[in-house]
């Protein structure tokens, strides 16, 4: 019988605010990695990560990334695509972006490169 990918250590698994779980497999002042599962049409709102990169790996399922910029204190979308089971997308420091999940079966894993727990935040986004 296959497990769900976030039984495998469910004592640190945690809950974010906007609906999607994660673990946090490794955090340090270098690197980051985060491993998320989402349900269909949850997302996690436009964000950025201050000065890491973020390197994320679609598992399974299927997301919506967008990305935006700011233009006269609006954000304005400038690219939107699906990332699908198998590929990777990834965003540079300071880069906003947005990742929504398509289906229930969406896993993804992350990484952030300086962990963002050097720049003061504890919190996956």
């Not at 599962?37 to 000065?51: C, D, T, V």
């Not at 929504?100 to 990484?111: E, G, I, P």
């Amino acid at each position: 019988m296959k497990r769900p990918l976030l039984s495998i250590i469910p004592n640190q698994t945690v809950n974010h605010p906007f609906g999607y779980q994660y673990i946090q497999l490794i955090c340090n002042r270098w690197l980051e990695i985060l491993i998320l599962a989402w349900k269909a049409g949850i997302g996690s709102r436009p964000h950025n990560h201050h000065l890491s990169i973020n390197f994320t790996h679609v598992l399974s399922g299927q997301l919506l990334e967008r990305k935006y910029c700011l233009s006269r204190g609006q954000l304005m979308v400038v690219s939107e695509k699906v990332i699908h089971q198998g590929q990777w997308t990834w965003t540079s420091p300071n880069e906003i972006h947005e990742l929504v999940s398509l289906d229930d079966a969406a896993r993804t894993l992350h990484f952030y490169f300086p962990g963002r727990l050097s720049l003061n935040s504890k919190q996956a986004s």
